[in-house]
C-alpha cells in the first residue's frame, strides 16, 4: 500500500512559499494545510500577508484565518487539530502540502510534540502581567537564569515562546529544555520537506517591497483598527507593534516602517538558521522554473 505523502513547503517570509504551495496542490490535486501561525486569525489580514480570495480559489486551504486573536491556541492545538485534518484528507488524497514560514508548526505537524508537564494559567497571567508591566527583556533575563540552554536556542523577540518556556520552569521546577526531544509520535505518513532558497539580497528585497505594499494596501487602517487589542499576544507580532508604537506618538511613520522591513529581515534570518539545521531538506532555486522544482521533487521521492 503506498504510504501518505506530506510534502512541507519552508524558507524565509516573502520568498514565495505560497505560490509555489499552490502549484504544488494543484499538480498533485490535493490540499494545503497552512502551518503559518501569523494567518491564523481572522482579524489580521494585510500584515500576515494571507492568500488572496484568487489564490485561496486555485486550491483549497485549510487553517488560514480560522480563529479570533481573542481566542486561546497553542501550537499544540495546532498539532492536533492538523493531523486530524490529515487523517481525514488520506482518505481521497495520497498526497498533502504543508506549508508555513513557522518552522516550530511545520515542525509540530511532521515530527510531534514534546510532553511537557501541565502549568496553572496563574502562571501565565503572573508572566503577561510581568511583561506588561516590566516589558519582554524581564522575561528574557528570567528565561537566561532558569534555562540558559533553552535561552541560546529560543527566538528571544516571541513572546509567546519565552513565556511557555517559563510556564514550564516554574511549574515543574525543572529547565524547559530537559523536555525536548523525548520519544515523539509516530506518524502515518512519509514527509518531504521542499526549502526554496535565494540569495539574502533577494530575500530582503522582497521584504522591502512586500512591507512597501502592505503599507500602500492599508496596513495603517488595519493597525489603528486593531490598537484597542494591542496588549494580546496575537498582536506582538512584526507589523503590528511597531505601527501601534508610531499610532502611540513614540516613533514617526517613516521610522515604523523602517522598523517592520528590520525586524521582518531579523526574522528571516531566525527561519533560515532553523531550517539550515534541517538535513532533510530538499532546496529548490528562487528562480528556478516549476516545471524545474516539480523535477527536483519527484527525483527526490523517486530516490529515497
Same mark, same amino acid.
Request: charged share 30%; proline share 2%.
Given at each position: 500500500m503506498k504510504k501518505n505523502l506530506v510534502i512541507a513547503v519552508v524558507g524565509a517570509t516573502a520568498i514565495g512559499k505560497t505560490k509555489l504551495a499552490i502549484e504544488l496542490a494543484k499538480?498533485?490535486?490535493?490540499?494545503?494545510?497552512?502551518?503559518?501561525?501569523?494567518?491564523?486569525?481572522?482579524?489580521?489580514?494585510?500584515?500576515?500577508?494571507?492568500?488572496?480570495?484568487?489564490?485561496?480559489?486555485?486550491?483549497?486551504?485549510?487553517?488560514?484565518? +480560522?480563529?479570533? *486573536?481573542?481566542?486561546a491556541y497553542s501550537v499544540g492545538d495546532f498539532? @492536533?487539530?492538523?493531523?486530524?485534518? =490529515? $487523517? !481525514? #484528507?488520506?482518505?481521497?488524497?495520497?498526497t498533502v502540502i504543508l506549508v508555513g514560514g513557522s518552522g516550530m508548526y511545520v515542525d509540530a505537524v511532521v515530527k510531534g510534540l514534546d510532553d511537557f508537564p501541565e502549568a496553572p494559567n496563574s502562571i501565565r497571567e503572573e508572566l503577561n502581567q510581568q511583561m506588561k508591566t516590566n516589558g519582554l527583556k524581564s522575561l528574557q533575563e528570567l528565561?537566561?537564569?532558569?534555562?540558559?540552554?533553552?535561552?541560546?536556542?529560543?527566538?528571544?523577540?516571541?513572546? +509567546?515562546?519565552? *513565556?511557555?518556556?517559563?510556564?514550564?520552569?516554574?511549574?515543574?521546577? @525543572?529547565?524547559?529544555?530537559?523536555? =525536548? $526531544? !523525548? #520519544?515523539?509520535?509516530?506518524?502515518?505518513?512519509?514527509?518531504?520537506?521542499?526549502?526554496?532558497?535565494?540569495?539574502?539580497?533577494?530575500?530582503?528585497?522582497?521584504?522591502?517591497?512586500?512591507?512597501?505594499?502592505m503599507m500602500q494596501e492599508g496596513l495603517l487602517s488595519e493597525a489603528k483598527h486593531l490598537h484597542q487589542f494591542k496588549n494580546l499576544n496575537a498582536l506582538n507580532t512584526i507589523g503590528y507593534k511597531e505601527l501601534f508604537s508610531y499610532l502611540e506618538g513614540k516613533i514617526s511613520l517613516d521610522e515604523a516602517v523602517a522598523e517592520i522591513k528590520k525586524n521582518t529581515r531579523r526574522f528571516a534570518k531566525r527561519?533560515?538558521?532553523?531550517?539550515?539545521?534541517?538535513?532533510?531538506?530538499?532546496?529548490?532555486?528562487?528562480?528556478?522554473?516549476?516545471e524545474s522544482k516539480i523535477a527536483k521533487i519527484k527525483n527526490a521521492l523517486e530516490n529515497e
Amino acid at each position: 500500500m503506498k504510504k501518505n505523502l506530506v510534502i512541507a513547503v519552508v524558507g524565509a517570509t516573502a520568498i514565495g512559499k505560497t505560490k509555489l504551495a499552490i502549484e504544488l496542490a494543484k499538480h498533485f490535486k490535493t490540499e494545503i494545510i497552512s502551518a503559518d501561525s501569523r494567518q491564523f486569525f481572522k482579524e489580521m489580514t494585510i500584515g500576515t500577508a494571507v492568500p488572496s480570495n484568487e489564490e485561496l480559489i486555485e486550491a483549497k486551504h485549510h487553517f488560514i484565518q +480560522h480563529i479570533s *486573536i481573542k481566542d486561546a491556541y497553542s501550537v499544540g492545538d495546532f498539532e @492536533k487539530e492538523a493531523t486530524a485534518k =490529515l $487523517n !481525514q #484528507l488520506f482518505k481521497s488524497h495520497n498526497t498533502v502540502i504543508l506549508v508555513g514560514g513557522s518552522g516550530m508548526y511545520v515542525d509540530a505537524v511532521v515530527k510531534g510534540l514534546d510532553d511537557f508537564p501541565e502549568a496553572p494559567n496563574s502562571i501565565r497571567e503572573e508572566l503577561n502581567q510581568q511583561m506588561k508591566t516590566n516589558g519582554l527583556k524581564s522575561l528574557q533575563e528570567l528565561l537566561k537564569k532558569k534555562d540558559p540552554v533553552y535561552y541560546e536556542k529560543v527566538d528571544l523577540d516571541n513572546p +509567546h515562546r519565552v *513565556i511557555r518556556a517559563l510556564e514550564v520552569c516554574i511549574a515543574s521546577g @525543572k529547565p524547559f529544555s530537559s523536555f =525536548l $526531544n !523525548q #520519544l515523539k509520535p509516530q506518524r502515518n505518513f512519509k514527509t518531504l520537506y521542499v526549502g526554496i532558497n535565494a540569495e539574502r539580497e533577494i530575500i530582503y528585497r522582497r521584504i522591502n517591497l512586500r512591507v512597501d505594499k502592505m503599507m500602500q494596501e492599508g496596513l495603517l487602517s488595519e493597525a489603528k483598527h486593531l490598537h484597542q487589542f494591542k496588549n494580546l499576544n496575537a498582536l506582538n507580532t512584526i507589523g503590528y507593534k511597531e505601527l501601534f508604537s508610531y499610532l502611540e506618538g513614540k516613533i514617526s511613520l517613516d521610522e515604523a516602517v523602517a522598523e517592520i522591513k528590520k525586524n521582518t529581515r531579523r526574522f528571516a534570518k531566525r527561519q533560515l538558521t532553523w531550517y539550515r539545521k534541517n538535513e532533510n531538506i530538499i532546496w529548490v532555486d528562487f528562480d528556478d522554473s516549476l516545471e524545474s522544482k516539480i523535477a527536483k521533487i519527484k527525483n527526490a521521492l523517486e530516490n529515497e
